[in-house]
Nanobody, 114 residues
Framework: VQLQASGGGLVQPGESLRLSCAAS????????MGWFRQALGKQRELVAT???????AYADSVKGRFTISRDSAKKTAYLQMNSLKPDDTAVYYC?????????WGQGTLVTVSS
């Protein structure tokens, strides 16, 4: 399984970005996809997850602002990020858990600054 994350960039506070995570390789129908982030000098933290059945979960810090979704046909997960804050600045990593194995994408940098 390979994961390719894209969509990061530099935005001003209050603006939006959409991240994409395209999965390739042997993808089974049951898996969990998610987004984590790691800010400079901090530990990697969970942002959001979505199961193959569409159940979602969010970190408290992004609830109401971020939305995770997936297109199973395209094997792609998305993270719509609205009302971005400087504290959201981090490298965002795509993640998949499948058959008990953990897979990571390469990360995409999101910078929120005026």
């Amino acid at each position: 399984v390979q994961l390719q994350a894209s969509g990061g960039g530099l935005v001003q506070p209050g603006e939006s970005l959409r991240l994409s995570c395209a999965a390739s390789g042997t993808i089974f129908s049951a898996n969990i996809m998610g987004w984590f982030r790691q800010a400079l000098g901090k530990q990697r933290e969970l942002v959001a997850t979505i199961t193959s059945n569409g159940a979602v979960a969010y970190a408290d810090s992004v609830k109401g602002r971020f939305t995770i979704s997936r297109d199973s046909a395209k094997k792609t997960a998305y993270l719509q990020m609205n009302s971005l804050k400087p504290d959201d600045t981090a490298v965002y990593y795509c993640n998949m858990i499948q058959l008990g194995r953990n897979y990571w994408g390469q990360g995409t940098l999101v910078t929120v600054s005026s």
